[in-house]
């Protein structure tokens, strides 16, 4: 099949640097093939470290040793590529840069890296915006994918799932409060085993941790631990099945990003996400729910999951 022309918008993540080496680099161990990143648009954001303290090193990177094309806008890179990589770290820069490339008439598929936004209202814009344009869109984070994790959800000789202790590293950014900046990992986690469906969440919290807890509702409880201190850097969960419970770690040899890169590859080809969008604005919504009983010190809030 033909080889599908990626372009990237937004290059202050190190997800750029290993998207491109896993889909450019056939002799990569984790090649992915079917599509080749050709173009980029850096975008960045002045007032987010994360973004500017790396941009122009990602920047440089791309251009000199993969000879990515660097663009000078967004209107101009839709028309040069097949599919487009939404990669910027910043989720309050997703909506605008996902309507420039409306605005450019651009009717590609699009990925849109964690987190799909900063908060809830951008969240639903992003996805009514893509329905009405018809524009495929999909966002996750590639821990839904990991290998020891999808292994253990697929082992149901133990009946279904009753509930989930989900853990994840969850540093702060203020731009993009609670668990959107990057507990959305240990989120997804969740997600992954429980499904959609939570409809209360109440969480508390400290320097050192974050601990949401979502009521389903078929009665199912649901946790999210995000970490800051300790042995933070290990994502995974315990799951608590009819007959028997299992703690799953997520797997350090076999990348993420590679399974991940397979599911947007088909996602580019096909058009169809892998992920139904509901579920991903449900994820969005527990997160904004999350922050608001925080902010209420722990008191239990529902999740605004009603529709345009």
């Known amino acids: 099949m033909k080889e599908i022309r990626i372009g990237i918008i937004g290059l202050d993540t190190s997800h750029v640097i290993r998207f491109t080496e896993i889909l450019n680099n056939a002799k990569d161990p984790y090649h992915v093939e079917g599509g080749r990143i050709i173009a980029a648009f850096p975008g960045g954001s002045e007032d987010l470290k994360a973004s500017w303290s790396r941009l122009e ?5 791309l251009e000199e040793k993969w000879k990515i094309k660097m663009m000078d806008n967004i209107s101009d890179l839709t028309k040069e590529v097949d599919a487009i990589l939404l990669e910027s770290v910043d989720g309050r820069k997703h909506l605008p840069q996902f309507k420039e490339c409306i605005n450019a008439g651009a009717k590609v598929p699009v ?19 893509a329905k009405k344009e ?23 000789q133990e009946g ?33 085993a429980m499904g959609p469906g939570c409809q209360r969440v109440w969480c508390i919290g400290n320097k050192d941790y974050d601990l949401a807890v979502g009521l389903w509702k078929d009665g199912r409880v649901g946790t999210m631990r995000g970490i800051r201190k300790g042995e933070g850097w290990v994502y995974g969960c315990t799951l608590y099945r009819e007959k028997g419970i299992k703690r799953v770690t997520a797997s350090s040899t ?16 096909t058009g169809k996400p892998p992920i139904n969008p509901e579920e991903t604005l449900e ?26």
């Open 111 to 129: 990925f849109i890296d964690k987190p799909l936004a900063a908060n809830l209202n951008d969240a639903r814009e992003i996805f009514r915006l």
């Open 57 to 61: 090193g990602f920047r440089k990177e």
């Open 160 to 192: 279904r799932v009753l509930g989930c202790e989900a853990c994840s590293p969850a540093s702060l950014e203020p731009t993009n409060p609670g668990f959107y900046w990057y507990g959305i990992h240990g989120c997804e986690i969740l997600y992954t």
């Open 254 to 269: 076999i990348p993420f990003y590679a399974r991940l890169l397979e599911e947007i590859i088909k996602f580019f080809r």
């Open 283 to 308: 994820i969005m919504a527990f997160i904004d729910a999350a922050n608001r009983s925080k902010e209420n010190e722990g008191r239990g809030e529902p999740l605004r999951l009603e529709k345009d």
């Open 134 to 156: 018809e524009i495929p869109v999909f966002s996750s984070s590639s821990l839904r994918f990991d290998v020891n994790i999808t292994k253990a959800l697929s082992e149901t």
